[in-house]
C-alpha cells in the first residue's frame, strides 16, 4: 500500500492514497497522540438529536463517496478532515474513502486486498477513444475486480461530449474479457458513475454477442460466439441502485438526463431498452428488464444479468473490506458525503449505506453534500441527523463547483463547530 502524510492545519493524518485508513488519527508534528484510540467507544446518541450535551475528544468517521467529477473520495476526506481540524484539532479523524461500485471502487479495494495486482488494461472509452483502465486480481481469492467508470464513466467526457444515445459500454465488455485472462473464478463488476445508456449491449457485443441490426434496434441477438469462460466464471454485478431497466424508474427515465439526454432522446432510448430486454428474453432465455438493478449503470446491470450475474451490494462490498461497521461502533460521529444528496440517494448510494450503517450503531451521521434537495424529514428518516451544502456556502453552484475542496473544507468547519467540543 502506498501510505503518505497529509498535512492538516498544523496535524498529520495517516492515509492511504487512494482508499481506505483503519482508524487513523489527528497527530500533532511531535508526534504525541492526540485522543486516546484504546478507549471504549461511548453508547450511542440518538441520531438527531441536535440539543445533546456534545462529546469531548470526539472520534470522527469520514466515510464519503466522490463527488461527482469534481473530487475523488480520497480528495473529499483530505478536504474533511482539513476543515475539521481548523476548529477541533484534538480530535481524531478516521479517514474511510467510500465507493458504492462507481468511481473508486478499484482504488478501495486495492488497499485493502493483501497481495492484490493491478492490471493495466487499455480499452475503448464511452465515445470510442482509448482510455487506460485497471483489473485488481487477488490471486489468493481467485477473483478479479474492474470498475466500470474507469471504461465507460461519465468523468471520461469532456464539456458538450455527453451523448446518451452514442455512448458506449464496450470497453467494460474488454475489461471483463482482461479479467478472464486472470482465470479468476469470479469476476466483480462495479457499476455507476456511467456515460452510457446502451443496456450493456456494446460491453455483451465485446465478449462475442452478435447483434443483428443495431442495439437500438435489434431484430435478434445470437449468444454462440460468446466468450466461453464466461460459462465458468461466477459473474457479480456490485451495485445497489435497485432501478429497473425501463419506465419511469428506469435507466434512460432517471439518469438519462444527467447523460446529456433530451426529452425525446429518453423516450427513444426507453422504447430502445424495452426492446432490447424483449430481444435478450426471447433468443438468450433471460428476463432482464424487471429485475432490481437492471438500470444500474445506463442498463449494463441487465446486460450483466443477460450472461448470468449476480447482484451484489457495492457499498456492502466496499464497507466490509474496510470494516465500516467496526470502525462505527467505536466512533462518537460519523461524517459522509457526494455532489448531490438527493431523492436518487436513498436507493444504494454510499451516503444511504453509511447512514444506515451509523443508525444501526446509535451514532449521529452528517452530510456533507454539493447540494442538497431532501427536506429535514426525508433526511432524518434514513438516519442522517444534518446535512451542510456546499452551494449554500460558496452562494451558487458553480461557485461550489470551482472550488470544491475549499467549500467542503469549510462545509467540515461549520459542522465541527456545531458538533465537537473544541
Known sequence: MNVRELTVEGALVRAVQGTTVAAPKLVPRSGTAIGNRDREPRSGTAIGNRDREHCVGVRVIV????????????????????????????????AMPMSDGGPGFVDV?????????????????????PVPALVLWDPAGGTAYLESAQAAGLHLLGPGERDAVRATT??????????????????????????????????????????????????????????????????VAATDVDNPLCGPEGAAAVFGPQKGAT??????????????AEVLDRDLGVSVAARPGAGAAG?????????????????????????????????????????????????????????????????????????????????AACGIAQCYALEALAGSVLAAQEQPAHWLAAAAASAAREWSRR
Open 170 to 235: 464496450t470497453g467494460v465488455g474488454e475489461l471483463i474479457g482482461r479479467a478472464l485472462d486472470t482465470g479468476a473464478t469470479t469476476v466483480v463488476v462495479g457499476l455507476g458513475g456511467s456515460a452510457t445508456t446502451d443496456g450493456g449491449a456494446g460491453a455483451l457485443v465485446a465478449l462475442g454477442l452478435r447483434v443483428l441490426g443495431t442495439w437500438l434496434a435489434p431484430a435478434a441477438v445470437d449468444g454462440g460466439g460468446l466468450d466461453a469462460r464466461l460459462r465458468s466464471t461466477r459473474l
Open 263 to 276: 426529452s425525446a432522446q429518453v423516450r427513444l432510448l426507453d422504447a430502445a431498452l424495452a426492446r432490447w
Open 63 to 94: 466515510a464519503p463517496d466522490s463527488f461527482g467529477g469534481t473530487l475523488t473520495a480520497v480528495d473529499a476526506v483530505e478536504a474533511i478532515a482539513t476543515g475539521w481540524a481548523r476548529v477541533a484539532p484534538g480530535d481524531e479523524v478516521v
Open 299 to 379: 442498463g449494463l446491470g441487465a446486460g450483466l444479468f443477460a450472461l448470468g450475474a449476480q447482484r451484489v451490494s457495492g457499498v456492502g462490498i466496499v464497507a466490509g473490506s474496510v470494516r465500516l461497521g467496526a470502525a462505527v461502533e467505536a466512533a462518537d460521529l460519523v461524517l459522509t458525503g457526494e455532489g448531490s444528496f438527493d431523492a436518487q440517494s436513498l436507493h444504494g448510494k454510499v451516503v444511504a449505506g453509511v447512514a444506515a450503517a451509523a443508525a444501526r450503531a446509535g451514532k449521529p451521521c452528517l452530510v456533507l453534500a454539493g447540494q442538497v434537495s431532501l427536506g429535514d424529514a426525508e433526511a
Open 109 to 129: 479495494l486495492a488497499a485493502q486486498i493483501e497481495g492484490g495486482q493491478l492490471l493495466g488494461v487499455p480499452v475503448t472509452g464511452p465515445l470510442g477513444r
